[in-house]
């Protein structure tokens, strides 16, 4: 899966060629424009390295220390031959190396991966936070039945929070059929020696119980299993429900150090 250490941004690219146009040894190259171009190729390197175009950027610092005077033996003379070796170079390294389309509606979802996520959900569930961004980001590249499986395991996680704060015992290795189960039977056990506000308290907890049965039922259950697929309005439906739904119990859970 890609992520923000492997974004590709077209920009210092760009840079690249225009750089190189404004090369041109034949009719001499300007102050200016040895200064500018030389700033301009240093941090296109930088980027050819974090992407893994190691030859490109090898012949990018060659063109570099040309610039700058600190090429052994000088070699302006060779700056033409270089720059013709760099963009042999960078047509290879480039065509061999596969690059994800995102588009401008679903960059944000990728970038913004915790876009939506409350503060109380990423300081009482931590664990979450990665299949938060994950989610967001499967559903930013079309990965929808990934994007919901994510999901998934956030819920997971806030299913745990509920059962472990209800004492519900070993909460956390029950699968959701059995750990709701416990969970509505505990809230059935509910009363007055749980508080001055046992009925607000009940219906809270069950409300929520109530809304882990229809993900387990209308969205756990189907991902599971290779019939159901889901498409990007379902998978969105989801990602947004997701983060709705631990941003509201997040105000009352946490999840077990």
């Known amino acids: 899966m890609p992520d923000a250490e492997n974004e590709f941004h077209v920009g210092p690219f760009g840079n690249v060629f225009y750089a ?8 001499g190259i300007s102050e200016v424009d040895r200064i500018q171009v030389s700033v301009m190729l240093e941090e296109c390197a930088k980027e050819m390295k974090r992407l893994g175009l190691r030859v490109s950027a090898s012949n990018t610092e060659n063109i570099v220390q040309i610039l700058e005077g600190k090429y052994p033996g ?4 060779k700056l033409h031959d270089f720059i013709t070796i760099l963009r042999n170079s960078l047509h290879i390294e480039l065509d061999s190396t596969v690059f994800v389309h995102v ?3 679903q960059a944000a979802y990728y970038r913004d991966s915790l876009e939506g996520v409350s503060d109380d959900v990423q300081d009482n569930f931590t664990s979450a936070l990665e299949d938060f961004r994950e989610a967001a980001r499967c559903y ?6 990934a994007s919901v499986f994510h999901s998934m395991r956030v819920l997971e996680i806030g299913l745990i929070a509920l059962g472990t ?5 070993a909460a956390a290795t029950k699968n959701w059929q059995n750990l709701l189960n416990e969970i509505e039977k505990a809230i059935r056990g509910i009363d007055s020696s ?4 046992w009925r607000a308290d009940r219906q809270w907890y069950s409300d929520a119980a109530a809304q882990f049965r229809y993900v387990k039922d209308a969205w756990r259950n189907a991902i599971m299993h290779v019939h159901q697929s889901y498409g990007q309005q379902r998978a969105r439906e989801v990602l947004m429900a997701t983060r709705a739904f631990m941003c509201q ?3 009352r859970l ?3 150090p």
């Open 20 to 27: 190189l146009g404004r090369l041109e040894p034949e009719r």
């Open 74 to 77: 000088g070699g302006y003379n």
């Open 103 to 105: 588009g401008y509606s």
């Open 140 to 145: 930013a590249l079309g990965r929808h039945n």
């Open 165 to 169: 704060n209800l004492n519900v015992p």
């Open 194 to 197: 749980f508080g001055q506000n």
């Open 249 to 251: 119990i997040a105000t």
């Open 254 to 256: 946490r999840e077990s």
